[in-house]
């Protein structure tokens, strides 16, 4: 195999195991084994397991942060674009339930730290321009920018894991009660 696909099939090992085992019963040499490669090959990679986590969680966030956060020419986050952004992202989440389960994994782990979060900080600005657009014109109601953004996430993330369970084809009125919380 091709010398630039070891570091996915390791991610891809990482992934399946750590979704399965958990990040902390999931070890270096489980992943190796996984991966069709030796240990020691990882560490040509990654310094370490913890580095590994990182990189991935880097990987996969950077993922879903492309889908949500465009670079849209508006000051603020119309209703539509909101609606966009949203059902790519919770059909993101649908989609990848691999992915979706480690990044809830890891959000909850003391892997997830303010060096790592850092990492996401010119994101979180388009995102947090957008929704105080959305504030001054009166569409949002004027709650802290932080609390909408918080909002917005934790909505998506509890519609995704609804869905992953009910298997529903229904997406629109999730959307709606999303809105219903936070329109002006």
């Known amino acids: 195999m091709k010398e630039d696909n070891k570091e996915k099939r390791i991610f891809d090992a990482a992934l399946k195991l750590f979704v ?3 990040i902390d019963n999931t070890s270096i040499s489980l992943i190796s084994k996984e991966a069709g490669i030796a240990t ?3 560490y040509l990679y990654f310094d370490n397991k913890v580095d590994l986590i990182n990189k991935l969680y880097i990987s996969i966030k950077k993922e879903i942060l492309e889908i949500i956060c465009t ?11 909101l ?3 949203w059902m790519d992202g919770v059909e993101w989440g649908v989609n990848n339930p691999c992915a979706y389960r ?3 994994q ?15 900080a010119n994101y979180m600005k388009v995102l947090t321009k957008l929704v105080l657009g959305s504030i001054e014109s009166k569409k949002f109601k004027d709650l802290p920018p932080e ?5 917005i996430w934790t909505h ?5 894991g609804y869905i992953a369970k009910t298997k529903t084809r229904e997406r629109k009125i999730f959307f709606q009660t999303l809105l219903d919380g936070i329109k002006y």
Do not use: H, R
């Open 71 to 81: 670079e849209p020419t508006e000051s603020m986050l119309s209703y539509d674009l």
């Open 156 to 160: 998506l993330i509890c519609t995704i």
């Open 147 to 151: 609390y909408i953004l918080e909002t």
């Open 83 to 85: 609606e966009k952004l």
């Open 106 to 120: 890891t959000e909850i782990s003391p892997y997830c730290n303010e060096e790592l979060s850092a990492q996401f």
């Open 20 to 22: 399965e085992n958990g």
């Open 102 to 104: 480690f990044m809830m």
């Open 40 to 42: 020691g090959t990882i």
